[in-house]
């Protein structure tokens, strides 16, 4: 058997902490079960009873509005409960660690927890003190699988001329550095075959990337956006930048603003992705997020049935608690 045959009857993972785990298989597995989420989607009843019995618990140590609500829908729509723990309404702004916290919380029995922390690593660390499932919804500056799931859902369902993602370009531009969007939107996108390309001033491109097979880093957005399918804005996280990085918003905006004009370089069928919260006029130009080569609104629409098809794999597929 090849490596990647191998590779690929590798048992599912217990959690979705980060893609590296996860085989193409898997995820094209995963895909197929979100086309199935998605036709529910589209029925008059919005409800299924695949996750009856079951629990979600959505634990948010960090602001969300999306990847929250999305979760909580993908949950409900499979009829499962769900018991919501926001850490500015909690015992935590008390003092309580987060362990005790998660002890707290896990006394009720929740089949699946949906963790975002500010710290790297947290989601991990929580699957040491529980045996229920843990999804990642965004840690520190790591990862956010699901994130970059619905963002490959989407260029696979607008650009079907594509059979997988073989010969793919996609350009992210902006804060890469402090973007856990862009380090897991590598990971699953060089995974799946395609070429990632970065893009940013030198301050907020860290070299590091470079290395990896099938991701070039640019500090010219020209370079970037030529010839690719799909181009991802991203925000300044202004809340993870320890000081000015900088030199200008003005110089910015001159430099890395995802616009019509430097679009005129893409594929001309190239989508305009942006995971949100948006900073319009920022990092992308405020009519292009809403022209037709946008699918911004779509990357929020298709996370629920990519949220959906997450929960129902790692609980259905692996009998909730162990
Ligand atoms: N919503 C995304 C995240 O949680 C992107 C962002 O905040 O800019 O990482």
């Not at 929250?68 to 829908?73: D, I």
Request: glycine content about 6%.
């Amino acid at each position: 058997m090849s490596a990647a045959a191998d590779a690929d009857a590798a048992p599912r993972p217990k959690h979705l902490l980060d893609l590296a785990d996860w085989t193409p298989k898997q995820i094209a597995a995963l895909f197929d079960t979100t086309d199935v989420m998605a036709q529910v989607m589209t029925r008059t009843i919005k409800k299924v009873p695949a996750l009856q019995g079951f629990t979600v618990g959505t634990l948010f140590f960090e602001n969300s509005t999306r990847t929250r609500l999305s979760f909580e829908r993908a949950a409900r729509a499979q009829s499962a409960d769900v018991i919501s723990f926001a850490a500015g309404a909690s015992s935590l702004s008390k003092g309580e660690s987060l362990k005790d916290t998660l002890r707290t919380i896990d006394a009720m029995q929740a089949d699946l927890y949906v963790v975002r922390h500010p710290a790297s690593g947290a989601p991990h660390q929580l699957t040491r003190w529980t045996d229920a499932r843990v999804v990642n919804a965004g840690d520190g500056r790591r990862a956010h699988p699901t994130q970059a799931l619905l963002d490959a859902y989407t260029f696979k369902t607008r650009f079907p001329e594509f059979a997988g993602f073989e010969g793919v370009k996609l350009a992210i531009v902006g804060d890469v550095a402090h973007s856990r969007v862009a380090r897991s939107n590598v990971e699953l996108w060089t995974k799946l075959g395609a070429h990632v390309t970065l893009c940013g001033p030198r301050t907020l491109l860290p070299e590091e990337f470079g290395e990896r097979s099938g991701v070039t880093l640019t500090h010219r957005l020209a370079d970037a956006v030529e010839g690719a399918h799909a181009v991802m804005a991203l925000r300044l996280q202004r809340e993870r930048m320890a000081g000015p990085l900088l030199p200008s918003l003005a110089e910015y905006r001159a430099r890395y603003q995802v616009s019509r004009a430097a679009l005129a370089l893409a594929h001309p069928d190239a989508l305009v992705m942006h995971p949100g919260p948006m900073n319009r006029d920022v990092e992308i130009e405020g009519p292009l997020a809403d022209d037709p080569r946008s699918v911004i609104e779509a990357q929020v629409a298709n996370g629920v049935p990519v949220r959906m098809a997450v929960l129902y794999t790692l609980l259905v597929g692996g009998k909730g608690r162990a």
